[in-house]
């Protein structure tokens, strides 16, 4: 590795299904990180339904993936071409995961890592979370060394939530190697589904339909009694392994509302698995931009409570600069997971470089 910062693009394609964030950082993989631009690359709705179609691993693929790629190949374009960035050292390229079931063996991220290089003209970064799964891992949560690089001098111990499609945080105490991490349960993918279906918006945005509704208590307490939350971390999920408590009969504001209090009751169950309570929390991801479930999250933690732009990070933009960065560290040679993430055995290495293919007759 240079002495001199890598410069590198992280993409991240969410399972809340609403597009593409994509980041530049400057980065040594380790200690130093120097933010940059972002941006988000909505999925146009005939991409969005052909990526809903295939989670879970069902039908064609082929298809998907390149449109998929095709896809984040633009994002990096757009982002390069709006803020005059050039000279990249590589991409980190997470793809779209339809289907995680570590127990198996399997986590599958959607996206062609040797078409996006042939695409952009940089080497790319993928396959992040194989190497972990092969190794015994949960393959997830992978933002949590990312996490760290950024809490510097932050009062510990701190917990970093990220609401996504499935919600995941990172406890951090007072040691360098104090740091566990695990999914909490569903995050927005289970309220996104409800809105679709009962209203035809992806999402329940700003919390509109929720605060409109009843929580039904007796479906959030028949959720918490499910074996997972129990189960001591670390531990991992796949988008749709609680779709099974849909709140049949319910209207569809009572239903927004009652998935909204099962995605705070769920990170506020797991606050029990930590060595020490977090003496602050910072939010992440989609969810934090919903007031109603932010409000239900302040009450069931009863602690300090605020976005992660309160301590100056972007959390529209965190997970695709966590990928620029684990692919340096990926080069580097440097874990990307450890016993504490994922419940690998020992810190693990992990990512595949795929470089730009050489031209015929170059």
């Known amino acids: 590795?240079?002495?001199?910062?890598?410069?590198?693009i992280g993409l991240m394609s969410g399972t809340s299904l609403d597009g593409i964030d994509a980041a530049f950082i400057e980065t040594d993989?380790?200690?130093?990180?120097v933010s940059g631009p972002s941006l988000t690359l909505p999925y146009e709705r005939g991409l969005r339904d052909q990526l809903?179609?295939?989670?879970?691993?069902?039908?064609?693929?082929?298809?998907?993936?390149r449109a998929l790629t095709e896809a984040h190949a633009e994002a990096v374009r757009r982002l390069t071409t709006r803020h005059g960035i050039d000279e990249l050292d590589l991409i980190g390229f997470h793809g779209h995961t339809i289907l995680h079931r570590p127990q198996e063996g399997r986590s599958w991220q959607l996206g062609d890592a040797a078409l996006l290089a042939e695409l952009v003209g940089v080497a790319v970064i993928g396959d992040f979370r194989s190497a972990d799964v092969a190794?015994?891992?949960?393959?997830?949560?992978?933002v949590p060394l990312y996490h760290a690089a950024l809490a510097g001098d932050l009062e510990r111990p701190l917990a970093i939530v990220n609401i996504g499609g499935v919600a995941n945080l990172t406890w951090i105490g007072a040691g360098v190697e104090e740091i566990i991490a695990f999914d909490t349960g569903p995050g927005n993918a289970l309220i996104d589904d409800w809105a679709l279906a009962h209203t035809g918006s992806p999402a329940d945005i700003d919390g509109a339909l929720a605060g409109k509704g009843r929580v039904d208590a007796t479906v959030v307490a028949r959720f918490?009694?499910?074996?997972?939350f129990d189960r001591p971390p670390p531990k991992s999920l796949d988008r749709d392994d609680f779709s099974q408590f849909e709140p049949h009969g319910l209207s569809a504001e009572d239903g927004a509302a009652t998935l909204t209090?099962?995605?705070?009751?769920?990170?506020?169950?797991?606050?029990?698995?930590f060595p020490a309570p977090a003496r602050r929390w910072l939010v992440t991801g989609g969810g934090r931009h919903n007031p109603v479930l932010m409000a239900m999250l302040a009450k069931e933690l009863g602690a300090p409570l605020a976005p992660v732009e309160a301590v100056g990070w972007d959390g529209d933009a965190l997970e695709a600069q966590a990928f620029a960065y684990l692919a340096v560290r990926s080069v580097a040679g440097l874990p990307l997971s450890l016993p504490g993430t994922t419940g690998v055995r020992v810190?693990?290495?992990?990512?595949?470089?795929?470089?730009?293919?050489?031209?015929?007759?170059?």
């Open 1 to 8: 590795m240079s002495a001199r910062l890598s410069r590198v």
């Open 29 to 33: 993989g380790e200690s130093k990180v």
């Open 52 to 65: 809903r179609a295939v989670l879970g691993g069902q039908g064609e693929t082929a298809g998907v993936e």
């Open 135 to 142: 190794a015994g891992g949960e393959g997830a949560p992978f």
């Open 224 to 228: 918490l009694a499910h074996p997972f």
């Open 261 to 273: 209090a099962m995605t705070a009751a769920a990170i506020g169950w797991a606050a029990r698995h």
């Open 347 to 362: 810190p693990t290495r992990g990512g595949r470089l795929f470089p730009v293919p050489e031209r015929s007759g170059a």
